[in-house]
């Protein structure tokens, strides 16, 4: 069995700051940008949070409510509107999916995803970052 740990939503290079943890320990994984998708951050919710208040809030703006995302891997059933006998899905393309076959992954392989996380309070009714909380990265 091979391993594979795999970097998921926002990151230092796509989003530029870390996913929020909430006040009660929920990590919220923002879907990084992604112009072809179908979804916008502010269609999708994920811990009662809808993404496109967070991903606004966090980021001043640099990406908006209005924004598309790459919902992979998607695997939160209650975060978008579904339709019957919706699954959960993961997917690779182009580079990454090549590294994987030529690594022979398949099968039976374990897929370890992970992120970059930093809390976050909501204060006067907006999302921001908890001063002095610590970056995380969290599997």
């Known amino acids: ?19 929020p943890i909430l006040d009660d320990g929920t990590l919220v994984p923002l879907p990084i940008p992604d112009k072809q998708s179908p979804i916008r951050y502010q269609d999708i919710t994920i811990a009662g949070q809808n993404l496109g208040k967070l991903a606004s809030e966090l980021t001043n703006g640099r990406s908006r409510a209005s924004h598309f995302a790459h919902l992979d891997p998607d695997l939160i059933e209650s975060a978008y509107p579904r339709a019957p006998g ?10 990454a999916q090549s590294v994987l076959a030529r690594e022979g992954v398949g099968p039976g392989d374990l897929f370890l995803f992970f992120g970059w996380f930093r809390r976050v309070t909501a204060a006067a009714g907006r999302f921001r970052y908890v001063p002095g909380a610590p970056d995380l990265h969290v599997m």
């Open 1 to 19: 069995m091979k391993l594979i740990l795999s970097r998921k939503a926002f990151e230092s290079s796509a989003g530029k700051v870390a996913n």
């Open 86 to 95: 919706w699954r959960p899905i993961f997917g690779q393309v182009d580079a």
